[in-house]
């Protein structure tokens, strides 16, 4: 039987089809039927029936029958704070950070499990962004902080679904705000060449394949890391310089101890997603007059994308400038 909903962006109805869900015949049945109606549906074989997004007056309703439903608000909510924020990584450069605990009296957006951070000095963060569900699955006690560090949690349908099988608790507190992927919509076909090429709200690769959203309430684009997303997120709602630490996009590393380190498939999309992607912002970035830093000198992202400083000096440069 198929059922109608509504997608994210409120754009178009969603499909969906009932399936046994949990079951191995359900999910061969689902995986089947998406890959049975092309190549544009494949994204959403990892959704179940009884998952679903239906816009509300006041933001979203994501809802999974049998395990509970959350509201999530728009990123059109979403508070700019300043013309200047930092990113937060969790690449190994993090820890050769002098007095760590002066970065967060900028904006700060902390991705995925570099919200340790901000744990471990005790301050609060601005923004947290996590693309990817396994880190819910595997460190939900981490996860559970950030949300409760963080004014506003940023998740997508894949780690917002997580979150309530893996960390329900967390998503309780009312600072959830829901984005999606531009080329990956939820229970929606993948835009074609023409739509994305028509769609002013974007910037697109030649190949297609990366987009740069200038409206995240639009959605975002993947570019291989949550970095990337980030970015657009922070340009998107109105800040005008962003400087990225951590960013060393350095394999299977992280600054803070894990106990089973998660798998990373860095190395294999690095140059075909990460370098290209930041190659499109740096495109983005020189026809805005907008500035993005990367503080690891020794970062694998080209200089010729995007600038690269020493982490110590830019912040103390980003504290003197904050405190004027």
Avoid at 55 to 66: A, H, L
Avoid at 198 to 205: G, K, S
Avoid at 221 to 247: D, H, K, R, W
Avoid at 281 to 308: E, F, W
Wanted: hydrophobic share 40%.
């Amino acid at each position: 039987m198929v059922v109608g909903g509504r997608c994210p962006s409120g754009d178009h109805p969603a499909v969906s089809v009932t399936f046994s869900d949990g079951s191995p015949l359900g999910v061969t049945a689902r995986t089947w039927w998406y890959r049975l109606r092309g190549r544009r549906w494949w994204h959403n074989r990892i959704f179940t029936s009884r998952q679903s997004i239906d816009r509300t007056g006041d933001g979203f309703r994501v809802r999974w029958q049998g395990r509970g439903e959350v509201h999530a608000r728009s990123l059109a909510d979403l508070a700019c704070r300043g013309p200047r924020a930092a990113i937060l990584a969790s690449g190994p450069s993090v820890a050769e950070i002098h007095r760590p605990e002066r970065l967060f009296r900028v904006p700060v957006a902390c991705v995925n499990g570099s919200v340790a951070l901000p744990s471990q000095l005790g301050c609060r963060c601005d923004y947290l962004l996590v693309s990817d569900p396994r880190f819910i699955r595997d460190q939900p006690d981490l996860f559970c902080i950030g949300t409760a560090l963080a004014d506003a949690v940023v998740l997508d349908p894949p780690t917002i679904f997580a979150a309530l099988e893996f960390a329900p608790a967390a998503l309780a507190r009312g600072n959830v705000y829901l984005t999606e992927d531009v080329l990956r919509p939820f229970k929606r076909p993948r835009p074609t060449r023409e739509a994305l090429a028509a769609d002013p709200r974007l910037m697109v690769h030649p190949s297609s394949r990366i987009v740069f959203s200038l409206d995240p309430t639009r959605g975002i684009g993947s570019g291989g890391t949550v970095v990337y997303n980030a970015v657009q997120l922070l340009f998107g709602i109105g800040y005008t310089e962003v400087v990225m630490f951590g960013v060393d996009l350095s394999a299977g590393r992280r600054f803070y101890p894990e106990r089973t380190p998660a798998p990373t498939e860095l190395d294999s999309v690095f140059t075909q997603s990460i370098q290209p992607a930041f190659e499109l912002a740096g495109d983005y970035l020189r026809r805005t007059g907008r500035t993005l830093v990367n503080a690891s000198p020794a970062s694998r992202l080209s200089a010729a994308a995007i600038q690269k400083a020493d982490a110590n000096e830019t912040l103390a440069r980003l504290c003197s400038d904050d405190a004027r």
